[in-house]
């Protein structure tokens, strides 16, 4: 039997039995407030500090009693994720992107003792956002397609009533926003099409956006183009085509129009997939004939034939970062916006 343990027999325990925090805090030599942070999983605590609170917090089969804990702090220690769709989305067709870090929100948001509320919305008729006013959550994180115009206006104007929320790339210039680091990751791409040999290479993606990582990304590519002294080109999109067949459509184009290029920067992974189809249909060689690469880095790439190349974001800096800042937010401090790191992820098409 442990020191720790001993001391626990000779205190008094709490109501019904139960250990309490304030045993804990005396049998460790810390404060009651270190210990309610540690099993929050608060990283302000020291690591070697929080290591033991929470292994003699196992061993008297500790657990906080989160009613109470609510009461007295006037929280509710959960987060609430809205993921918006396109307007009549099948959900098991959104972009795997999203639910990667959906899974890396939750597991951030749980390591720091926050439950997590899910809510899938895409037009209108079920748009929600005020969770901290019915007293669901403490605050919200918005993640989600760029293309639900609507749907970012509707949290862009409920932001105005101070609600704590952080949003993944949102635009408007009133929400608060984390994004990756689309101009770095479009140099990585440029550069390493430009080390295999490509003069003439195409970006495919959209030329005007409301999604801010997409605008990020053609500006970059430009600008590039520029330093460089290359052409760039930029096929226009279908509206209205799901992402993969719009790289298919603007490919084909690009070889009915007998336009010149060696390599393809595609501005997601999904549109790069379309584009390496229109290639393989055509008979031009994807990763031989013409390289290519995409962005995001969602797993499906990998299944390609060649597998894709293809920028890949952090999914969970991303997911910590999103949880850091609506935390700081609630807080009452100023939240870390930096970039979320990106990284070229090589494979057979380029």
Same mark, same amino acid.
């Given at each position: 039997?442990?020191?720790?343990?001993?001391n626990?027999?000779?205190?008094?325990m709490?109501?019904?039995?139960?250990?309490?925090?304030?045993?804990i805090?005396?049998?460790?030599?810390? =404060?009651?407030?270190?210990?309610?942070?540690?099993?929050?999983?608060?990283?302000?605590?020291?690591?070697?500090?929080?290591?033991?609170?929470?292994?003699?917090?196992?061993?008297?089969?500790?657990?906080?009693?989160?009613?109470?804990?609510?009461?007295r702090?006037?929280?509710?220690?959960?987060?609430?994720?809205?993921?918006?769709c396109?307007?009549? !989305?099948?959900?098991?067709?959104?972009?795997?992107?999203?639910?990667?870090?959906?899974g890396?929100?939750a597991?951030?948001? =749980?390591e720091r003792?926050?439950?997590?509320?899910?809510?899938?919305?895409?037009?209108?008729?079920?748009?929600?956002?005020?969770?901290?006013?019915?007293?669901?959550?403490?605050?919200?994180?918005v993640?989600?397609?760029?293309?639900?115009?609507?749907?970012?206006?509707?949290?862009?104007?409920?932001?105005?009533?101070?609600?704590?929320?952080?949003?993944w790339?949102a635009?408007?210039q009133?929400?608060?926003s984390?994004k990756?680091?689309n101009?770095q990751?479009?140099?990585?791409?440029?550069?390493?099409?430009?080390?295999?040999?490509?003069?003439?290479?195409?970006y495919?993606? @959209?030329?005007?956006? !409301?999604?801010?990582q997409f605008?990020d990304?053609?500006?970059?590519?430009r600008?590039?183009?520029?330093?460089?002294?290359?052409?760039?080109?930029?096929?226009?999109? @279908?509206?209205n085509?799901?992402?993969?067949?719009?790289g298919?459509?603007?490919?084909?184009?690009l070889?009915? !129009?007998?336009?010149?290029?060696?390599g393809l920067?595609c501005?997601?992974?999904?549109?790069?997939?379309?584009a390496?189809?229109?290639?393989?249909?055509?008979?031009?060689?994807?990763g031989k004939?013409?390289?290519?690469?995409?962005?995001d880095?969602?797993?499906?790439?990998?299944?390609a034939?060649p597998p894709?190349s293809?920028?890949k974001?952090d999914?969970?800096?991303?997911?910590?970062?999103?949880?850091?800042?609506?935390?700081?937010?609630?807080?009452?401090?100023? @939240?870390?916006?930096? @970039?979320?790191?990106v990284?070229?992820?090589q494979?057979?098409?380029?």
């Amino acid at each position: 039997m442990t020191s720790e343990r001993r001391n626990a027999n000779r205190t008094p325990m709490g109501k019904e039995g139960r250990i309490t925090a304030h045993q804990i805090a005396a049998m460790l030599g810390v =404060s009651q407030p270190t210990v309610s942070r540690a099993l929050r999983g608060d990283k302000k605590v020291n690591e070697d500090t929080r290591a033991r609170i929470v292994a003699l917090a196992n061993e008297l089969n500790y657990s906080v009693d989160h009613n109470a804990l609510r009461l007295r702090m006037q929280q509710t220690f959960s987060i609430a994720l809205v993921i918006l769709c396109r307007r009549g !989305e099948n959900k098991a067709n959104i972009n795997p992107f999203y639910l990667s870090l959906l899974g890396c929100i939750a597991a951030s948001a =749980s390591e720091r003792g926050y439950n997590l509320i899910v809510s899938f919305q895409d037009n209108p008729a079920n748009f929600f956002a005020n969770y901290t006013g019915s007293r669901q959550a403490d605050g919200l994180i918005v993640i989600g397609s760029g293309q639900n115009i609507e749907g970012w206006q509707y949290f862009g104007e409920y932001s105005k009533h101070k609600t704590p929320m952080i949003c993944w790339g949102a635009s408007k210039q009133d929400l608060i926003s984390i994004k990756s680091d689309n101009a770095q990751g479009t140099r990585l791409a440029i550069e390493h099409l430009r080390a295999c040999g490509c003069t003439s290479i195409a970006y495919i993606g @959209p030329s005007e956006s !409301e999604q801010p990582q997409f605008q990020d990304r053609i500006i970059a590519y430009r600008n590039i183009m520029r330093e460089i002294d290359l052409q760039a080109i930029c096929p226009p999109l @279908p509206e209205n085509a799901v992402r993969e067949e719009q790289g298919y459509e603007a490919v084909c184009a690009l070889l009915r !129009e007998q336009v010149k290029f060696d390599g393809l920067f595609c501005a997601n992974d999904f549109i790069a997939l379309g584009a390496m189809r229109a290639l393989d249909e055509n008979g031009v060689i994807p990763g031989k004939d013409v390289r290519v690469i995409g962005f995001d880095g969602i797993a499906i790439g990998g299944y390609a034939q060649p597998p894709l190349s293809t920028i890949k974001q952090d999914y969970y800096r991303a997911g910590e970062m999103l949880v850091e800042a609506l935390v700081a937010v609630l807080n009452g401090n100023e @939240p870390d916006t930096s @970039p979320v790191p990106v990284r070229l992820l090589q494979r057979g098409s380029a």
